[in-house]
């Protein structure tokens, strides 16, 4: 009987044993900016009536009858970055991904009540694994279906350049 009591408390006290794990961190490093890709995106620069730049990383150019927006944010949420950009959860939104030379490509559309009436609003989202480079386009509803045709060659034209800018050395 102490033969067996002893051969128990062996083996419960063998799990007693100093353990140690390994864990890896989940951590979301973005490139530094001077690596980020620079957006290219066609459209007729005589329509632009006036710009408006909040840095290197978001522009406006309201030009005539549409409002154009370049941005650059965190990638990461997507969620995050529809939401800033249109107002809508991606729940609420009809997207269209697909792949764009390496990177992920979500196109969307969406409306909203404006202070001239309803607007239509296109969007483009490039997501190349760090950073969101979004470009949209806004204009009335009456006025949406005309520029329709302009839209196309802006959002056709959209894409990523990730040479370095002249004078600027990769490390």
């Not at 973005?30 to 995106?41: D, I, K, N, S």
């Not at 529809?82 to 990177?103: A, F, H, P």
Request: aromatic share 8%.
């Amino acid at each position: 009987m102490k033969k067996w009591l002893v051969l128990a408390l062996a083996v419960l006290l063998c799990g007693c044993a100093k353990t140690e794990y390994e864990t890896m961190a989940d951590e979301y490093t973005p490139l530094p900016p001077e690596q980020m890709a620079r957006m290219v995106l066609s459209f007729d620069s005589d329509q632009e009536v006036a710009s408006m730049e909040a840095g290197e990383q978001e522009s406006i150019c309201f030009c005539d009858g549409y409002t154009l927006t370049r941005q650059v944010m965190e990638a990461g949420d997507l969620d995050k970055t529809l939401r800033r950009v249109t107002g809508y959860s991606r729940e609420n939104l009809r997207i269209m991904k697909q792949n764009q030379d390496g990177c992920k490509r979500y196109d969307f559309v969406w409306s909203c009540a404006g202070e001239g009436g309803s607007q239509i609003g296109r969007g483009s989202i490039l997501d190349d694994g760090s950073y969101h480079y979004v470009v949209t386009v806004m204009a009335s509803e009456d006025q949406a279906g005309a520029l329709k045709d302009t839209w196309n060659g802006i959002f056709s034209s959209f894409s990523l350049n990730t040479a370095p800018e002249p004078g600027r050395t990769e490390p």
